[in-house]
């Protein structure tokens, strides 16, 4: 299928740019949600759809925030300048004083809201560990990803490996579906992949995902989750949360839901992400150097 059309990207790709929302509801002030690597297909058309949903439940002005990287987006939100952002586990676990982030929902995906951390490799790579990817060009998606760059560190350094020195040549593509292209296309040897994006890329992107294969997977974790800043009013956030969780109890939320292949979203316990912060402290402690501000 034209890749122009039916396109299975990050966000990330577009650079920074906006989508607001028309100004029929605005009124009773504007809710700025942020989003990094969120995987669409035929985007522009979902986010109009979206940012209306959104805004008819909530009684706000939607307005979607693109950014590039995580940092970026987390800036943001130290700066009051978003309200809500649909952020990595990674980023979420990192200490802040004061907090101002709320965990609001996380996303069901296969009815659970659980993901992986692949590393892929070209589809005839002789490469059968991560050991064999010793002295090789790999690609990271984002320094603040878990699945695209804390996870893939810890298992070469769980192997007995530096992280720091283990590979030959390493860089950000800072789009998971990016990093599938790369490999693919041999720009590297190997790559760190949000396994719910593989597999859309898998689904949709057939002609890329061919050319690569898993060559490991990981436990699982808690899936990037939708965050809000504490200054956002208690009754906005809480119809958010309520418009997220119903979606997948009418006609349209279902709609949109299944052109991001998701089932739902759900309220989770900050615990979920508990492993991906130790995972972090175990990296820290192994290799001397701070991989995270814990809580």
């Known amino acids: 299928m034209d890749r122009r059309r039916f396109l299975v990207t990050s966000l990330a790709a577009t650079g920074s740019s906006v989508i607001p929302l028309s100004p029929a509801i605005a009124g009773s002030g504007e809710l700025r949600i942020g989003l990094t690597a969120v995987v669409v297909r035929e985007y522009a058309r979902f986010f109009r759809d979206?940012?209306?949903?959104?805004?008819?439940?909530?009684?706000?002005?939607?307005?979607?925030v693109q950014r590039r990287t995580y940092a970026d987006i987390m800036d943001l939100l130290s700066r009051r300048e978003l309200e809500a952002a649909w952020i990595c586990g990674y980023p979420y676990v990192q200490k802040r004083d004061p907090e101002y982030l709320s965990l609001l929902v996380a996303p069901i995906y296969r009815g659970a809201p659980l993901y992986r951390s692949y590393v892929i490799t070209p589809s005839d790579s002789p490469a059968r560990s991560i050991d064999d990817l010793k002295g090789k060009v790999f690609a990271y998606s984002d320094p603040d990803s878990n699945s695209g760059y804390l996870v893939p560190r810890a298992t070469v350094a769980e192997a007995g490996y530096d992280p720091e020195s283990f590979f030959?040549?390493?860089?950000?593509t800072y789009n998971h579906a990016e990093t599938v292209a790369?490999?693919?296309d041999?720009?590297?040897d190997g790559g760190a992949v949000d396994s719910y994006v593989y597999d859309l890329v898998t689904k949709y992107e057939t002609h890329l995902a061919r050319r690569t294969r898993v060559l490991a997977s990981s436990r699982t974790y808690g899936f990037p989750p939708i965050v809000v800043h504490n200054s956002l009013e208690p009754d906005v956030t809480e119809r958010l949360r309520a418009t997220l969780v119903g979606m997948s109890?009418?006609?349209?939320?279902?709609?949109?839901?299944?052109?991001l292949d998701l089932d739902g979203f759900k309220v989770v316990k900050p615990s979920l992400y508990d492993s991906i912060r130790d995972l972090a402290t175990r990296l820290a402690a192994r290799s001397g150097k701070r991989e995270v501000v814990t809580k």
């Open 182 to 184: 790369a490999v693919a």
């Open 186 to 188: 041999r720009v590297a």
């Open 249 to 259: 109890d009418d006609r349209e939320g279902k709609e949109l839901l299944g052109q």
């Open 50 to 64: 979206f940012r209306r949903y959104l805004g008819l439940r909530t009684g706000r002005a939607v307005t979607f």
């Open 168 to 172: 030959r040549f390493t860089f950000f």
